[in-house]
T-cell receptor
Framework: AQTVTQSQPEMSVQEAETVTLSCTYDTSESDYYLFWYKQPPSRQMILVIRQEAYKQQNATENRFSVNFQKAAKSFSLKISDSQLGDAAMYFC???????????????FGKGTHLIIQP | DAGVTQSPTHLIKTRGQQVTLRCSPKSGHDTVSWYQQALGQGPQFIFQYYEEEERQRGNFPDRFSGHQFPNYSSELNVNALLLGDSALYLCASFRGISNYGYTFGSGTRLTVV
């Protein structure tokens, strides 16, 4: 079974600064997907960024980027130019590769509470 | 384009009762998953439905059951409710051939008293 570990229960950063959230995972599979989701107080999980394990290039989405280290099974999220609206719970998630129509469920970490200091 | 819709948003039930939660997937999505999120924890995968069949199941007892309808909407049923079933229940939809991850609803907050 796969496991996802987020070792930082809470992180705080000044507005406009850069912050990195950590995530490690354990799997015996070679092909899989990794995600970072944001959950604001509205409760809806919002996809921030995704990474396919077979791609060596790190994914980026505007101010959000990841550092994917497959051998180390590490998947950290970097948020640049932090904004007040970035304050939320952030969850790292793992999913086995799509078998074509019957994709597996997501395995989540326990989350990191990100606080943005004005 | 409507996203994932869940109903009700909040629910209070008594121990031993049964509850049904409902989910309408995002337009164009054919796969629905259900997750249980206890307070302060990450979501835990309950099960996933595709083509009206349960395709995968997490580590949940058979008190948790579900259904998917021909229009892809889904229900989660929980029988013999326990205090420990109090949680946020999230529904997520997905298009089977897509690789862009799930779209989540805002959840149903279930309180068992």
């Amino acid at each position: 079974a796969q496991t996802v570990t987020q070792s930082q229960p809470e992180m705080s950063v000044q507005e406009a600064e850069t912050v990195t959230l950590s995530c490690t995972y354990d799997t015996s599979e070679s092909d899989y997907y990794l995600f970072w989701y944001k959950q604001p107080p509205s409760r809806q999980m919002i996809l921030v960024i995704r990474q396919e394990a077979y791609k060596q290039q790190n994914a980026t989405e505007n101010r959000f980027s990841v550092n994917f280290q497959k051998a180390a099974k590490s998947f950290s999220l970097k948020i640049s130019d932090s904004q007040l609206g970035d304050a939320a719970m952030y969850f790292c998630a793992y999913r086995s590769s799509d078998s074509g129509g019957g994709a597996d469920g997501l395995t989540f970490g326990k989350g990191t509470h990100l606080i943005i200091q004005p | 384009d409507a996203g994932v819709t869940q109903s009700p948003t909040h629910l209070i039930k008594t121990r031993g009762q049964q509850v049904t939660l409902r989910c309408s997937p995002k337009s164009g999505h054919d796969t629905v998953s259900w997750y249980q999120q206890a307070l302060g924890q990450g979501p835990q995968f309950i099960f996933q439905y595709y083509e009206e069949e349960e395709r995968q199941r997490g580590n949940f007892p058979d008190r948790f059951s579900g259904h998917q309808f021909p229009n892809y909407s889904s229900e989660l049923n929980v029988n013999a409710l326990l205090l420990g079933d109090s949680a946020l229940y999230l529904c997520a939809s997905f298009r089977g051939i897509s690789n862009y991850g799930y779209t989540f609803g805002s959840g149903t907050r279930l309180t068992v008293v």
